[in-house]
């Protein structure tokens, strides 16, 4: 997956979504797991990577393999 909204970006993205939403106690449900999911993506070194490489921490997760 070559990067062009890349996982670094997204997840600096979600983070500030989820920090304005809870400065203004707004519940983001879905947006803080997707946060916590670029976080774990993060981890696994896949920062540079287009975000939609995501789903392959979704891959790893539910040991299947997601094919396009």
């Given amino acids: 997956f070559d990067a062009g909204y890349s996982i670094r970006i ?11 939403g809870k ?9 803080n ?10 981890t696994k070194g896949l920062d540079e990577k287009d975000h939609v490489a995501v789903v392959t921490v979704l891959e790893e997760i539910a ?3 997601v094919r396009f």
Avoid: H, Y
């Fill in 10 to 20: 997204a997840s600096k993205d979600l983070s500030l979504i989820t920090s304005l």
């Fill in 23 to 31: 400065s203004n106690g707004v519940p983001l449900f879905m947006t």
């Fill in 33 to 42: 797991a997707v946060c916590e999911l670029f976080k774990l993506a993060r």
């Fill in 63 to 65: 040991g299947v393999q």
